[in-house]
T-cell receptor, first 117, second 108 residues
Framework: GAVVSQHPSWVICKSGTSVKIECRSLDFQATTMFWYRQFPKQSLMLMATSNEGSKATYEQGVEKDKFLINHASLTLSTLTVTSAHPEDSSFYIC?????????????FGEGSRLTVL | RKEVEQDPGPFNVPEGATVAFNCTYSNSASQSFFWYRQDCRKEPKLLMSVYSSGNEDGRFTAQLNRASQYISLLIRDSKLSDSATYLCVVIAGTALIFGKGTTLSVSS
């Protein structure tokens, strides 16, 4: 079945630095990928929809200049948290639609846990 | 009314119990429904798709009620390993909406 790989799994950075998270579809092409954030004991919150070759669509309340999304190829989307601050510490997950048998399935990356000191 | 609402948790049940979760959705045009399972500090993984005719996979049964706009997940003979958060996912057009999740804790 389709697999989505995310990297890095864990990252610790100093306040003010930028962090890039990669999301790759390993055996399928994904024209659309989704980026989520999840705070402890809370639900997944969709941040943005990443579209290959065009600008990402951001959810209300998500700063596009803070969370830069690049989807330059059909298998790679990146999320860059710019000038990270402690309140940006969270679990970031990407997902993409892939085929699983005769139907589609939303596959998730393993997630990236960001801790900003 | 929220777009997707799930039973508030946590559900604390003993091993062997039967437990059911519901998830209601507000958009009558929703066309696809899924149950995902998320373990602590891990990504969600697909548990079951939900079809109009209902579907069963071992101890798990998912059903869809379009008239009342809800989906359900029934777990029979609960195992310790079933402890997790269960998320319902509803797709309407291009919108993909997650419920907040219901936490299940199965104890021995």
């Amino acid at each position: 079945g389709a697999v989505v790989s995310q990297h890095p799994s864990w990252v610790i950075c100093k306040s003010g630095t930028s962090v890039k998270i990669e999301c790759r579809s390993l055996d399928f092409q994904a024209t659309t990928m989704f980026w989520y954030r999840q705070f402890p004991k809370q639900s997944l919150m969709l941040m943005a929809t990443s579209n290959e070759g065009s600008k990402a669509t951001y959810e209300q309340g998500v700063e596009k200049d803070k969370f830069l999304i690049n989807h330059a190829s059909l298998t790679l989307s990146t999320l860059t948290v710019t000038s990270a601050h402690p309140e940006d510490s969270s679990f970031y997950i990407c997902s993409a639609w892939g085929l699983a048998g005769a139907s589609g399935e939303l596959f998730f990356g393993e997630g990236s846990r960001l801790t900003v000191l | 009314r929220k777009e997707v609402e799930q039973d508030p948790g946590p559900f604390n049940v003993p091993e062997g119990a039967t437990v059911a979760f519901n998830c209601t959705y507000s958009n009558s045009a929703s066309q696809s429904f899924f149950w995902y399972r998320q373990d602590c500090r891990k990504e969600p993984k697909l548990l079951m798709s939900v079809y109009s005719s209902g579907n069963e996979d071992g101890r798990f049964t998912a059903q869809l009620n379009r008239a009342s706009q809800y989906i359900s997940l029934l777990i029979r003979d609960s195992k310790l390993s079933d402890s997790a958060t269960y998320l319902c996912v509803v797709i309407a057009g291009t919108a993909l909406i997650f419920g907040k999740g219901t936490t299940l804790s199965v104890s021995s």
